[in-house]
């Protein structure tokens, strides 16, 4: 791993602002908080995490309405955004970032293909979300969902 992972980068950022962070990982299956705790001394910013797969899970461990899960499905921004904002209450972070998605190959729906990924942040400010489509296979398809979560962190604390 470079001195300038993402990770390593999104790390020195929670550090300098002061801030920590929580994720609630789906598709992933525990990737990012795989990536951040790869960083020594990650403990100081990243309070920890919630894999949540089963519609179930992401109700009674992250808060996520019921309605909202038959609602939209559980690859939507109404979940994703629901999962950033429940494991930042439930961890308590400063920020939750959230990702969810169909890594394939199969599972895709009409109107959600293989690939499709939400991730969203959640802050004291609010929540932002965003959407992909990855084309890659399985492994790819986490490893890219991964990846633009922590981005998502990033430039967010750019911002600040």
Sequence with gaps: MSDTSI????????????????????CTGGLIGHRLTNVPGSST???????????????????VSH?????HGAVSEETVR?????????VGADIGVAVTGIAGPGG?????????????ISTREGER??????TGDRFANKEKSAEAAL????EYLEGL
């Design 108 to 120: 895709g729906l009409p109107g959600k293909p293989v690939g499709l990924t939400w991730v969203a």
């Design 151 to 154: 981005e998502l962190v990033k």
């Design 45 to 63: 910013y990243f309070l920890g995490g919630v894999m949540a797969y089963a519609y179930e899970a992401k109700e009674r461990l992250l808060g």
């Design 82 to 90: 629901e999962m950033a904002h429940g494991v930042r209450r439930v």
């Design 7 to 26: 990770e390593v980068l999104v790390g020195q950022l929670l550090t300098q602002h002061k801030l920590t962070l929580a994720v609630a990982e789906s």
């Design 129 to 134: 979300a965003r959407h992909f489509v990855w």
């Design 67 to 71: 309605n909202t899960l038959y609602d």
